[in-house]
C-alpha cells in the first residue's frame, strides 16, 4: 500500500470528528441505532423471556421487578416482545432498503443510459407510484397472505420507482460527461461504462436515499400491522403492540405508549442520520445550510 493510499482513511477518520462534532445530533442517532441493533440481533441475552409466553394471571401489571415494563392483557412481558419486536422492525426496514435500492439502482441504469427504453420504464414506474403505498402493500398482502416475507415485498415494490427516478436522473446528467463519451468513442462495452463510470456517481445519493426507504419502511410495516394487514399476530412487533393496546390505553397506558416511543425514536434516528449523510456527502449542501 502506497503512502497516499495509506493516507485516505486517516483524512476521512480526521474529518469524521469535526463533522460529529458540528452535528451532534449526527451522533447521538447513530449510538441510538446501534444500541437498538444490539438490542434486536441480541434479544435472548437481554434479559427478555419467551415473547408469546401466556401468563393470564399476571395480565395488565404495572413495571415492576419482575416485568421492567409491565405485561399486556394476556400477560406477556411487554419489555420482551419490545425487544423482540425490534428484530422484526431493523428487518424489515434493511431488507426493503436494501432490495429497493438495488433493483432500482439496476433499472434507473439501463433507463436512464438506453434512450429507447427509457420512456417506456418510466411509464410503468409513473403507474406504479400513482398508486398509493398502502393500498398496494394492503393489496399484496391480502393475495399473499400475511407473513414476513410478503411484507416485505409488498413494502419494497412501492419504493422501487422512487430509487429509480433518483438513478436516472444521476445518470442522464453524468452520461453527457466528456469522459464517458471519450469511453464510448473508444468502444468501451455498455456493462463496463455503467459500472466503471456512471455506477460511482450514483453511489452517494443512494445511501441518503437507502436511509429515508428504511424509515418509511418501519412506518408502513407497524401501519400494515395495525390494521391487520402486516405481520401475522402470533409474530411481536411494534405494530402488532400497538394494535392490540389501544383498546385498552385508558387501563393501561404502557402497552400502547413504549412501542410507540420505540418506533418514533428509531424513525427519527435514522431521519437524522440520513440528512447527517446528506451534509456530509454533499459538502456544497451543507455549506449552504
Not at 469524521?16 to 441505532?33: E, M, Q, S, W
Not at 395480565?59 to 421492567?68: A, D, M
Request: with cysteine; hydrophobic share 55%; net charge positive.
Amino acid at each position: 500500500m502506497t503512502a497516499p493510499a495509506a493516507a485516505m482513511p486517516r483524512e476521512r477518520l480526521t474529518g469524521l470528528f469535526p463533522f460529529l462534532k458540528r452535528y451532534p445530533l449526527v451522533a447521538i442517532a447513530g449510538v441510538v441505532l446501534g444500541v437498538i441493533v444490539l438490542a434486536a440481533a441480541f434479544a435472548p441475552f437481554m434479559f427478555t423471556r419467551d415473547p408469546t409466553a401466556l401468563t393470564p394471571l399476571q395480565r395488565l401489571r404495572p413495571s415492576s421487578e419482575l416485568n421492567w415494563l409491565g405485561t399486556d392483557h394476556l400477560g406477556r412481558d411487554v419489555w420482551s416482545r419490545l425487544v423482540y419486536g425490534a428484530r422484526v422492525s431493523v428487518m424489515v426496514g434493511l431488507a426493503v432498503a436494501a432490495l429497493s435500492i438495488l433493483l432500482g439502482l439496476v433499472i434507473g441504469l439501463v433507463a436512464g443510459y438506453i434512450r429507447w427504453l427509457d420512456a417506456l420504464v418510466m411509464r410503468i414506474m409513473d403507474g406504479l407510484m400513482a398508486i398509493p403505498g398502502i393500498l398496494l402493500a394492503i393489496a399484496l398482502v391480502s393475495v399473499s397472505g400475511a407473513s414476513l416475507a410478503t411484507v416485505i415485498v409488498a413494502i419494497m415494490v412501492p419504493e422501487i420507482p422512487r430509487v429509480v427516478r433518483l438513478v436516472r436522473s444521476v445518470v442522464l446528467t453524468v452520461r453527457e460527461e466528456p469522459y464517458v463519451e471519450a469511453a464510448v468513442s473508444v468502444g468501451t462495452p455498455l456493462p463496463a461504462i455503467l459500472i466503471r463510470h456512471i455506477l460511482p456517481n450514483c453511489i452517494p445519493p443512494l445511501i441518503v436515499q437507502a436511509t429515508y426507504v428504511c424509515a418509511s419502511a418501519m412506518l408502513t410495516e407497524a401501519i400494515l400491522s395495525f390494521l391487520g394487514a402486516g405481520t401475522p399476530p402470533t409474530i411481536p412487533s411494534w405494530g402488532n403492540m400497538v394494535a392490540e393496546a389501544r383498546l385498552l390505553f385508558q387501563i393501561a397506558p404502557w402497552n400502547l405508549l413504549w412501542p410507540g416511543i420505540a418506533l418514533a425514536v428509531t424513525i427519527l434516528a435514522v431521519n437524522i442520520l440520513g440528512d447527517g449523510l446528506r451534509d456530509r456527502l454533499d459538502p456544497k449542501l451543507a455549506k449552504r445550510m
